[in-house]
């Protein structure tokens, strides 16, 4: 499956109909732990603070996505999820893959709050390669074998 990343911030979701109907389907499918909010105001709320979708992108369809905000030296992740139709094969770890390229083509680290980190992610960035370092409240994640090259 030829995944693409898609970014969506508070300018293509006002423009983009498909976007805002895809993301809002993405987080609808969520598992009631990860979502503590109505979808609409979850995704308010991220791009109100200035925060990124980053998808998984099939066929001009967002199937997956995770929330990230950016600060001077690292992406901070949070709320991975992926369609129901979708998941088990493999979107939710090119999403991540895709993700972590593009954290690493702008010299940036990724980081995740430890709160906000289930156990079943956990299990997958360890499957996906990623060694995560606990620094106080969050993980920072680096690929095994990869140091801080930035």
């Not at 508070?10 to 389907?25: F, I």
């Not at 109100?48 to 992740?77: I, M, P, S």
């Not at 992926?82 to 690493?104: F, H, I, M, N, Y």
Request: a neutral charge.
């Amino acid at each position: 499956m030829p995944v693409t990343l898609h970014s969506v911030d508070r300018a293509s979701w006002e423009a983009d109909a498909q976007a805002r109907l895809d993301l809002t389907r993405i987080y609808a499918d969520a598992p009631a732990e990860r979502l503590a909010m109505p979808v609409d105001d979850f995704i308010s709320q991220h791009l109100a603070a200035d925060c990124t979708f980053q998808c998984a992108r099939f066929n001009d369809r967002l199937l997956g996505a995770v929330a990230v905000r950016e600060d001077h030296e690292a992406w901070w992740l949070s709320h991975l999820c992926v369609r129901k139709p979708t998941r088990r094969r493999g979107v939710g770890s090119r999403l991540l893959a895709l993700v972590g390229e593009e954290a690493a083509a702008r010299r940036l680290l990724l980081r995740v709050t430890a709160s906000q980190l289930p156990m079943a992610d956990q299990v997958l960035l360890s499957r996906l390669g990623y060694r995560m370092t606990q620094t106080g409240d969050y993980f920072e994640l680096n690929l095994q074998g990869q140091g801080d090259d930035r």
